[in-house]
């Protein structure tokens, strides 16, 4: 009980027997506006603007997710990033995630700084129960992992693109476990779980649902409505629309609402419904062609398409219902204002960016200052103001005319156009990213470059959190193994064929002591039997391949057939391959053949560490 872990939640439980004792924690009869306000945040994965009813999409249902909107405030024009992991930065810190260290979404640029404090910490400061259940994307290893960033729980996949939804092996509380089920369905099962625990409150639920992002997965009876449904809302460029990935995309969505019910469903049958704060949002723009009200853009683009949200928010104790907040607002203000409307303190010294909205939703009398909102993906930038966008090009467009950016308006609004372009270098530079053009820090969307494994080392063997997973998205390969695709979050190393081969990690160990080593891999039986030596600064362990272990790839995994930056996945094993000594220190951790009898070592997921002892 002496480790931080256990050290936090003892202060959680004595903090809130104190507030039981000086009467701030009431009944279940007691008037639920007289006590703190639980939160949950839901928030979807790839879907567009267009992809809800509530948006006019006249293709699909969403009527829970409508019910958010229409019981409380929408926020009309909400912007997020371009892709999965800076969304998920700014909203957890407030702040715009190329400050905190985030400027990719894999092989470790996802990952947050560690001096940034989030949303889950000021909340956990202020007493509430705190849990994640779904797709966290900015960290696994601990003290990246969500459980040291704040919450107390943690049910999902701490890394993005993930390429099991039925049947999926997930992590609890750093364990993997195999799950039962569609994986939406399963993550909302532990967040009902946990709403169910924490019902005497209050409590901050995070749900990062893993849809509509692809794999194309959906279940069949969600499908079964969309398959071979004709299409009548099309793209704004209808040429590159593939039809059934909008179908497929829809039958996500409308599973993913079905959850989103059985959420709301259980906050009215305990009661809590009136006095919980409930959101919802998307991490970018949709990840096909498919309607989006005439936006320009998609998911990974800076355009207005790529990077406006739904954002509904329901407070049946305090908020309005139906109340359109019209002045932009951006997934940084979403800290500073649930930290506003629940009188909970952010913790940390950073300056945030974002602003309290809550004059906006209380439909409050303010003087509201104008203001820009700065979109950055693989060294692009836009900037919105209230009215235009200026494109990463330097185009300028009245949004308000031209909502789809279809005629720049740099001749007509000259002073307008200078004042944002000059803007645009300013943010650049105290971005850290060079002049406009420049690549910067940005790597571009999952796949699309050459990839680059972030120089941080990956920290190893805290007492608190002892296993530590070192998948191969983490890893480098040298020589002729490779990964099995372009998108190293759903990968495995594969090729692995020649001495000359190596897979390197970059370790940062924190903590010198004794550590079981295994592997989670594939081996044919007739190759069955290399050796492999695992070495970090100087220690070395070295063990078998073995027994064979071959599944076929999976078949039950695709509503429709993946696209070639996503590897087909199968049933890996673990092999306890035995112990090291290991010293605290960083370097480079290398897996290595020494013998090999057959064609191949082995296909390999991942290496964990577990301290047993220091």
Sequence with gaps: MSSPFYFRLLSFWVFTLICFLSGQVFSAGAEPATRKPNVVVLLADDAGWGDYSQSGNRQVKTPNIDSIAQRGVSLDRFYVCPVCSPTRAEFLTGRYHLRTGVYGVSEGQERMDLGEKTIADAFFAGGYATGAFGKWHNGSQWPYHPMARGFQEYFGHTSGHWGEYFDAPLEDKGRMVRTKGYIVDVCTDKALEFIERQKAGPFFCYVPFTTPHSPWAAPAADWERFKGRSIEQRATVARDEDLDQTRCALAMVENQDWNVGRILGKLRDLGLEENTIVIYFSDNGPNSARWNGGMKGKKATTDEGGVRSVCYMVWPAKLPAGHLVKPISGAIDLLPTLASLTGVRPVGSKPLDGRDLSPLLMQKEVQWPARMLFSAWAGNVSVRTQTHRMDNAGWLYDMIEDPSQMKAVNDRDTELAGKLWGAVREWREEMGLGSAGAAGKLKGNEGAKKSRVDSRPIPVGYREFPITMLPARDGSPV??????????????????????????????????????????????????????????????????????????????????????????????????????????????MLLRALSIPGKSVMDLRRVTLTLLRS
């Excluded at 990964?483 to 190393?493: G, L």
């Design 479 to 588: 020589g002729e193994v490779r990964r099995s695709s372009a998108a190293p979050n759903c990968s495995y190393f594969v090729n692995w064929t020649s001495l000359d081969d190596r897979l390197v990690w970059r370790l940062g160990v924190h903590t010198s002591g004794r550590y079981e080593v295994s592997l989670d891999y594939t081996c044919p039986d007739q190759d069955a039997g290399s050796t492999v030596e695992l070495s970090f600064n100087g220690s070395q362990l070295s063990g078998k391949v073995g027994p064979g272990w071959d599944p076929p790839l999976y078949t039950n995994q695709d509503t429709i057939p993946r696209h070639h930056g996503e590897s087909q996945m199968k049933e890996f094993r673990s092999l306890k391959l035995g112990e090291v000594d290991l010293r605290a220190g960083e370097g480079e």
